[in-house]
């Protein structure tokens, strides 16, 4: 019950021999079939000692000493003479730990990789170094891939921006079926020329998948699917948004230049100065002046010598103690004043002039100076991006402030209301799959618009538009694909950008 893979050996004794637990077994069968013609064999040949790892028995190592007999094959036809028995469930041929330890490390180097898998097995007490796991990995059989009706594909970086590969995955078993090395149309081909009976493909709109398709899999509906679709629209509404903006933009104030008020500590020390040289004007003395304020009499005696509160305070135009920044606050006030309020921006500016400031200290100041020229006006304008995302959001979705924002917008730019309503009509066929009826006419209304980008979204619909039609009428789509790619990148960053497409291949395709 506890060693089901042990159920053909007779165990003859266990014993642990410094950290290693060490069982000693036979072969419980009295006739074993030969290998090469199936002959049941009883007549042993000899014995020798074979001793592959085990998995670990109280995360200790395990080591099976297995007598493993050779039998003599007596058919006459048979080109083998002797055959050394396999315990079934138990041993292959060749191998130097039990089937079930092989499956454990294939597992762990599937989810881990090599490195981390190799960590991992070690503290299992199962260890096999990176090299090893990762030839597991390589030696794995690809999964079968029967006919697949259903195909989504898709791309991803392989090195980013240089090099792209594509992920195939069966829409009914939602598991990936293959990893190609390029995004092309050939290497969609000849997959599908190698895999006939795909009925349905799911795709993004890059010419090249359609032109694959195209080729080998005539027959097959072709659906641009809706991820990819809204998608394309985003793009294209970030864009309409971008160019729009200017026109509900104010031109900008002279704003006054920014000033940096004096911190807590320039304070603290003002009022301290003023306190002492009042009592030193009174012609209190020393000892009389630290009772009093209750000071160390070092400290007093400072600020007794200082004339002017500015000798102790000391420090740069920040006012705080001397650092670094200081020479270069008059540069970062004046930046800040032309706009600039990037932290990330301003560091690596003052880099270049040669100060050596974290990131840190100048996101601090930063923040100082806008504390100190806070507006306490209406908030600004909201971004590009920020409107994109309103308008592209659900209604029902939106916040209160979006909705007011929006509204606003709207009314004062018309194109952007244009723009706002033919978006919500094509969402609502995305959401409803109602292109039958509605994609003729919402093609013809966006391409009659005064809306350049929207325009050549709808252009770029009609060149594929059986594809579109499909993917806007239909129940098929490839929005899973987007859950594998992901999962794929999650991968490919685990092997640190280092994996070989053929390793980051099995991964995707058997991790289970
Ligand atoms: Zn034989």
Redesign the pocket.
Known sequence: MLFPHWAHVRVESVGVVGRTVRVRAGGRATSVA?P????DSSRVHSRYERRPADASVGNQQTVLHLRIRRFF?D?GD?P?RT?AEQIPELTFRYGRCTILLRRIREAVALVLGGRPGARLTELQAVGLGRDAMIRLIRALPDPAVGTVRALGVDDFALRKGNHYGTILIDLETRRPVDVLTERSADALADWLTQHPGAEIICRDRASCYAEGANRTAGTATQVADRFHLWQNLADATERLVKRLRTEWTPPPVEKPAATMAEGQRARNIRELHAAVHALMDKGVRHSAIVADLRKDGKTIRKYMRAATPEELIGGGPTGGRRTLLDEHAGYLVSRFSEGCDSADLLQKELLQRGAKVSERTVRRFVHRLKADNAPGTKPPLPTAREVTTMVLTHPDRRGEDDLTTLKDLRDRCPDLDAAHRLIGRFADMLVNRTGREKLEPWVADAEASPLPELRRFATGLRRDWDAVMAGLSTEWSSGQVEGHVNRLKLIKRQMFGRGKPDLLRKRVLLQP
């Open positions: 030969c090469a013609c199936g002959t094959c058919s048979c083998r055959f």
